[in-house]
């Protein structure tokens, strides 16, 4: 399976705790996107990277959360202190630069915060 | 920032009957996407479409693209319950990230 892979699937925390999503992108792509997305809403976007250049944060995107791309391949969306309003659908998607933007997804990570 | 709308938000119709749904913008996209979403997955894309006035037919499905590049239609003849989803738009631009509409979410019947 050559598609995005996001990891894990499913995560439970308790409010405060620390967690870290990971997101491994089709491999040619050079741009990664993390979105969030709540129940009967569309993707909001988060933030993105060109390679390991991120070239731009939302402001939805706290001082808590913070997104890596080390190497240009695998990217890493880390949530600190989480709260109960972080509870959302997490989503990853890569593409390749040009003309045709076309973004594909992973399965998404589901957070919930208890 | 590239605000995308799109409308009906909410659809319920029988099996077999026709639907439109529209995305609509502001701002000129170099190309746009439509997606489908089923519960719990992530946004399946459909079709792009980059020239004005464009149309591109996916079996049952046209995607239109606007004259101007700011607005989009999916119309789906003789809608069947597996179409039931969440049909999201998203718009790109080469240099800039892809923003997505807040979607319209479409229940078929049998």
């Known amino acids: 399976d050559t598609g995005v892979s996001q990891d894990p699937r499913h995560k439970i925390t308790k409010r405060g705790q620390n967690v870290t999503f990971r997101c491994d992108p089709i491999?040619?792509?050079?741009?990664l996107y993390w979105y969030r997305q709540t129940l009967g809403q569309g993707p909001e976007f988060l933030t993105y990277?060109?390679?390991?250049?991120?070239?731009?944060k939302s402001r939805l995107l706290s001082d808590r959360f913070s997104a890596e791309r080390p190497k240009g391949s695998f990217s890493t969306l880390e949530i600190q202190r989480t709260e109960q309003g972080d509870s959302a659908m997490y989503l990853c998607?890569?593409?390749?630069?040009?003309?045709?933007?076309?973004?594909?997804f992973g399965q998404g990570t589901r957070l919930t915060v208890v | 920032t590239q605000l995308l709308e799109q409308s009906p938000q909410f659809l319920s119709i029988q099996e077999g009957e026709n639907l439109t749904v529209y995305c609509n913008s502001s701002?000129?996209?170099?190309?746009l996407q439509w997606y489908r979403q089923e519960p719990g997955e992530g946004p399946v894309l459909l079709v792009t479409?980059?020239?004005?006035?464009e149309v591109k037919k996916l079996k049952r499905l046209t995607f239109q693209f606007g004259d101007a590049r700011k607005d989009s239609s999916l119309h789906i003849t003789a809608a069947q319950p597996g179409d039931t989803g969440l049909y999201l738009c998203?718009?790109?631009?080469?240099?800039?990230?892809?923003?997505f509409g807040a979607g319209t979410r479409l229940t078929v019947k049998p």
């Open positions: 998607a890569s593409s390749w630069t040009g003309v045709l933007t076309e973004a594909f």
């Open positions: 491999s040619e792509h050079n741009r």
């Open positions: 990277f060109q390679n390991e250049a991120q070239l731009e």
């Open positions: 701002s000129v996209f170099s190309s």
């Open positions: 479409v980059v020239t004005g006035g």
């Open positions: 998203a718009g790109g631009d080469n240099n800039n990230d892809m923003r």
